[in-house]
């Protein structure tokens, strides 16, 4: 995400209480060690054709409860992995909320009502804008505090601690 705020891609859009063992399906627990591997099977539990079909750049947008169940960090790390650029859902898991930002992937907490399987989106982290360029209609959402901003800029907290040689400071 190396300095960039505006995101643009496709949607898939899944429902609510979508669990970690959707993102990364327990059977493929052997491949926690090799995370490139295990980013192929990404999401195939809730849409198959999901780890096959996703492009760089694309939207995972869902209901409520994203993320919720075990505190897995690979969870983040493998939609990451697949170049999702962002996950948008109504609420997040507060584990997964944490472990995405801090593994530097984007996630945005909106009213996804709106926004349909296929639509193609443009969000603004910095403004605060959702743009559904299929429907041309703008969801405000709340901004991502400058803290996080810094955190996905360098691509997650291990990254800016290299950078840096500290943690973030909150102003």
Known sequence: MEGMTILRGRVWKFGDNI???HI???RYY???SNLPELAKHVMEDADPEFPKKVKPGDFIVAGKNFGMGSSREHAAIVIKLANVSAVIAK???????RNAINNGLPVIIADTDKIDDGDELEVDLEKGVIRNLTKNIEIKIQPLPKVMLDI???GGIVEYIKKYSRLPVTE
């Open 19 to 21: 669990s970690t063992d």
């Open 24 to 26: 990364i399906p327990g």
């Open 30 to 32: 052997h491949l926690r």
């Open 91 to 97: 609420s997040f898991a507060r584990i997964f909320f």
């Open 152 to 154: 996905l800029k360098e």
